[in-house]
């Protein structure tokens, strides 16, 4: 079983930038696919970005292509989102999952493992 933890939300003004982390442990961290998700008050959450195994491939969501990058550090079991030129639409708790399903895929219901979340608040 993996265990997911998040970090490196925190309260930004628009334009500014911020870079989650996800750290896994307990499981095969390179063997599973990994995404970050969203969900603002009263909304579905929603797919951010995936990667495959290896990194090779990526995912985004049309909201956050060109904004945001999605990367991952197999030696050191951890995910990560660069997310720039923040608006405040982004704002919401940020989730990330692990797959173990080949194909990358936005759907959350294809996901294993799921972190608690950090928050991110983009604001004057």
């Known amino acids: 079983q993996v265990r997911l933890g998040e970090s490196g939300g925190g309260a930004v003004q628009p334009g500014d930038s911020l870079r989650l982390s996800c750290a896994a442990a307990?499981?095969?961290?390179?063997?599973?696919?990994m995404g970050w998700f969203r969900q603002s008050p009263g909304k579905a959450r929603e797919f951010v970005a995936a990667?495959?195994?290896?990194?090779?491939?990526?995912y985004y969501a049309d909201s956050v292509k060109g904004r945001f990058t999605i990367s991952r550090d197999n030696d050191k079991n951890t995910v990560y989102l660069q997310m720039n030129n923040l608006i405040p639409v982004d704002t919401a708790i940020y989730y990330c999952?692990?797959?173990?399903?080949?194909?990358?895929?936005?759907?959350?219901?294809?996901?294993?493992?799921w972190g608690q979340g950090t928050q991110v608040t983009v604001s004057w």
């Open positions: 999952a692990a797959t173990v399903r080949f194909q990358l895929t936005p759907r959350p219901d294809e996901y294993d493992y």
């Open positions: 307990g499981g095969s961290f390179s063997s599973h696919a």
């Open positions: 990667i495959s195994f290896t990194g090779s491939s990526t």
